[in-house]
């Protein structure tokens, strides 16, 4: 399996792998395995690519085998949901700091191919993305929709990331989670 930050060309392979496991195109007998709820176009995609360096990779035989996006609060501050977060970031300190746009990050969407889960590929891309993004950042942000079982299970248990509160967004209950960059999953 080889990890590398996302190019351009990669788009297609993303956009796949991403709406096999979309809330509003996965199979329903597959959410409870975990799905991703924000909806991406191309354009989208490359302006994280181009502005951010942001999608981190798995490809596998010319396949995307799952990836991770991360980028600045700037790029995601479009969507309606991360500028609820945005506001929210000063009633939050973590590392003993009051979290802000500059010293954090917003990580996620993260999506692993149901035939790789479970073979530490999710800790390989965590690392590689944070081995990136903690050149910038101190503080890595993002939440998980109480539903999403696995997903919460996959970030606590597995990567090791805390649970710094829980919020309420348009009816729906999330956890939202921080991480200090300087560490890594994997030795």
């Given at each position: 399996m080889k990890l590398k930050i996302a190019e351009v060309s990669d788009i297609d392979g993303i956009l796949k792998l991403h709406n096999k496991y979309?809330?509003?195109?996965?199979?329903?007998?597959?959410?409870?395995?975990?799905?991703?709820?924000?909806?991406f176009s191309q354009e989208e995609l490359k302006n994280i690519i181009v502005q951010e360096q942001g999608i981190f990779i798995a490809i596998k035989d010319d396949e995307v085998m799952g990836y991770v996006m991360s980028a600045s609060w700037q790029y995601w501050s479009k969507w309606p949901m991360f500028a609820f977060m945005i506001e929210d970031l000063p009633k939050l300190e973590y590392?003993?700091?009051?979290?802000?746009?500059?010293n954090s990050y917003q990580y996620g969407p993260v999506c692993i191919d149901k035939r790789v889960r479970g073979s530490g590929l999710l800790e390989q891309l965590f690392d590689f993305a944070l081995e990136s993004m903690s050149q910038k950042y101190p503080i890595l942000v993002t939440f998980v929709n109480k539903v999403n079982v696995?997903?919460?299970e996959a970030h606590k248990r597995k990567l090791?990331?805390?649970v710094i509160q829980e919020f309420?967004?348009?009816?729906k209950q999330y956890y939202e989670f921080v991480y200090d960059t300087s560490k890594r999953v994997l030795n």
């Open positions: 979309q809330i509003d195109s996965i199979k329903e007998e597959d959410k409870k395995d975990g799905f991703v709820t924000t909806a590392l003993g700091q009051t979290l802000r746009i500059g696995r997903s919460y090791g990331l805390e309420e967004y348009n009816n």
